[in-house]
């Protein structure tokens, strides 16, 4: 695609990115600062760009990548890792070592609040908080999609009410 026309797409299609980038970061500057990132991105690989394809689709995939890549710097940036050889407040009690049996009877309230939920909507709500899609639940239980997600959603519903004066 030549130069003119591909600055020509890209101008038009700056709005959308705007909104897809605010969508994106939920911040106007860090939407702004994506929306140039993209841009420039899009401008130093034109030449990559086959034409007649699907521009928007292509510019829009640069975009998300270039967050989730952003977004993975960051994380790596705020990891910090103790490398000191201090130990000294590795075996001191913390707070919440002291509150332990407290803890604990905490736990054991909330068990016996799911073991008394019924079997039929007990299985999926504890595969579900396993880890478990709903989709995967559907057909490891062999049921529609839609009556896994209701009794997620009812076994949700009655722990509420029934820990509703429970204070964790």
Do not use: C
């Not at 605010?22 to 130093?44: G, I, M, P, R, V």
């Not at 707070?95 to 905490?106: A, K, L, P, W």
């Amino acid at each position: 695609m030549e130069t003119t026309k591909f600055r020509k797409e890209l101008l038009e299609v700056q709005s959308e990115l705007q909104r897809f980038a605010y969508k994106l970061t939920n911040d106007k500057d860090d939407a702004n600062d994506l929306l140039q990132e993209t841009s420039l991105k899009a401008l130093a690989n034109s030449d990559k760009f086959v034409a007649g394809t699907n521009f928007k689709g292509w510019i829009l995939t640069i975009m998300r990548n270039l967050f989730i890549n952003n977004y993975r710097k960051l994380l790596r940036e705020q990891t910090y890792v103790d490398t000191s050889d201090n130990l000294f407040l590795l075996n001191q009690i913390t707070e919440s070592e002291e509150h332990v049996v407290e803890n604990d009877y905490d736990v054991k309230e909330i068990k016996k609040a799911i073991n008394s939920l019924s079997e039929e909507i007990r299985v999926p709500f504890i595969m579900h908080v396993s880890g478990f899609k709903y989709r995967e639940i559907a057909e490891k239980l062999n049921l529609p999609l839609g009556t896994v997600k209701s009794r997620i959603f009812l076994s949700r519903h009655i722990l509420q009410e029934e820990l509703k004066d429970f204070v964790l």
